[in-house]
């Protein structure tokens, strides 16, 4: 999942946080999210991963697929601000 603030969406990198659907570590940071599933037929959930942030060229990602609910996305930044101490 591409976590980026909008001013930096010309630049030629692109940070992610991995998705999962195993809650099997599932720590405080990490937030459940509904995706569409790859058939985009309905919506799975999946553990958003905020203590395994990686920066990828952005070449390196895939074709665009869903986006989150506002209050969804609200969850991931209050568990990245966790993660990262900010």
Known sequence: MVVRADIW?????????QLTSSDEHFNLARTRVKVRDRAGAGTVE??????R????PITRIGKYVDHLAISEMHAVD?????????
């Open 9 to 17: 969406r010309k630049s030629d990198n692109v940070t992610l946080c």
């Open 46 to 51: 999946m553990v958003v991963e905020v203590d």
């Open 53 to 56: 942030l990686q920066t990828l």
């Open 78 to 86: 209050a568990g990245l601000r966790l993660w990262l101490n900010l």
